[in-house]
């Protein structure tokens, strides 16, 4: 089918449908289709609605619980750990940041950890929310499918596990970090597949140890870590953070989320809120990143850069840019999602296509 | 000179003359050589004894303040920030990692950083700090120069900001991550130039974005970080929870302590400190870490692997191995610290070589 463009309403209410026809209740399909839709906004497309057919095929298959009782299982003032109950991911961490906020509004600093969630989106979402409050969010998760192994070995016993990180500017956009400890995510992996495009040497290797280019045989390898042995350390510690500390599964007791729709994948995250007012005045702090945004945007380039980015300044000028222009959806994924609305029995997203 | 091989005690005796002789109070110049003295013992010969001349250069030239009042300006609950003075750095990192404990003890959490502090020797001694108190730690710090710059650019904005995390066990060796946030430490590249040795590519660029290979042309080039893109993003937050959050320096006011002896550096430092009992029982966490050390160590492996290595793992065994046979000094290291044992008037180390 033809790309199209719609608007963020459009989307959200599509996904928003395509949840409640499965049961979801209105708040809860209206909440994960606000974030998948703002997963699209700032262009992390890998994890907006183009995971709608795979979350709908997971609560068919009843790997969802659409009624959880997510709730608190472990407490002290700085802390908490979420259970999340098996319901949508977006739902348990977005409580877990709930709760940090609230916490480091009096202890200064606040961690919640989350156990029995599942899949959530871009970890950026989580990482940006505390940046309204005048608050700072590093964020951890681990991965749904091992793609990983230890730095010499051949079993795939971790994860992408990726760092994000929101820090408030004054008048800058705000820097966000969010990155997978492999050089590439694996989804980037599948879109080179589904382009037909070979990889670049550095992303996969073989059995043996040699470059991995083609991506249709990506299940033949494995992704590489950044900075070799430091990514995989990096992976590890993610990992033990946000999966081990809080009771998620980890290292071998991950599933497969690509694999397998029904097992419980026990999914954790965990995040991290710190409360700039605690420091000092929080306008000092933010005078000074813009300060440093500055002498970095501004700094002599290499030849041939046109411009140096700061993270999270890519993902900004795309939100404003898809707000006011509309959301671009891929052709094929229109496809997919034609399928998925005529399944579900709910209107087809081309439907609400921008002139 | 020759190299010769010290017993730990005796290493500690001789950094803590030095001090002692330059009017550091004893108590402090005791602490200060414990932990010089455990970063050799760890392998860490790159923020050990090395370090010594450097640190007496500068307390000589009144660039360290050896009666510090190293007191806490901000605090809440879970947090705090450590205004170090201007003293030894190891002072400092060591006060704001008690004062964490203390706090996680409670509040399940804690954050503390620091100002006005100084180099503190390797970020894995404080990371690995809490892990007696079944706690795990998480460090960062702002590198003491800058050789860095933005992906893209080549104005020096950022150092290898360090990411360290220690990770209790049960009966498995402590998982201990400590990773600059580019390819290669400064000291590695100053230690190939000492060798003669050329660098592989990968480890710098020249102004013109051409891997640099020759380690006596470092000053016309920079470090690359790690993963591309990722590692300067990672770098640039380390430095912002580590400098900026805390009132210390980053960016273009960080001193490099390699050329300015003088000028207060304001170092700033940040542990994170997790109590696990908070989380639930200890054992349970230890020993979900220990099933998941030996899952990894047990990975098949590459052809030409010989074993896989677990962070931390490494230094653990050379440890055990130089606190029973002594801790080798190389020979241009013995030379130099002879030189500065007759500046100081002290006994010299090799005096105390064993047999």
Known sequence: MNSITVSPEALQRFIQSAFTSQGLPEADAAQVARL?????????????????PQYIKRIQAGGINKHPNIHVVQERAAMAVVDGDNGMGHLVVSRAVDIAIEKARTCGVAWVGTRYSNHAGPASLYARRPLEHDMLGLYFAV??????????GTDMLLSTNPIAAGIPTAEEPPVVLDMATTVAAYGKVKAKAKRGEQMPAGWMIDRQ??????????????????GDH??????????????????????????????????????????????????????LFKGAV???????????????VERIWLPGEQSHEKR????????????????????LAADLGIAPLEEMALA
Chains 1, 2 share one sequence.
């Not at 998948?36 to 709608?52: K, P």
């Not at 397998?260 to 007012?277: R, S, Y």
Request: proline share 6%; aromatic share 6%.
């Open 36 to 52: 998948m839709t703002e997963a699209d906004l700032q262009g992390s497309d890998g994890h907006g609605v183009i995971r709608l």
């Open 320 to 339: 404003n840019r898809y707000r006011e222009n509309g959301v671009p959806i891929a052709g094929g994924l229109v496809g997919d999602l034609h399928k």
């Open 209 to 226: 140890g040699k470059p991995l280019l083609d991506p249709n045989k990506a299940g033949e390898g494995f992704l590489l870590p950044i």
């Open 143 to 152: 991965g749904n499918a091992n793609h990983l192994p230890p730095w010499g």
């Open 230 to 283: 430091k990514g995989y350390g990096l992976a590890l510690i993610v990992g033990l953070l946000a999966g081990t500390l809080g009771g998620a599964a980890m290292g071998r007791d991950v599933i497969d989320f690509n694999a397998d729709f029904k097992t419980t994948t026990n999914t954790g995250q965990a995040i991290l809120v710190i409360d700039l007012a605690a420091f000092g005045d929080p306008a």
């Open 290 to 304: 813009d300060k440093l945004v500055r002498d970095i945007r501004g700094s002599d380039r290499l030849p041939g």
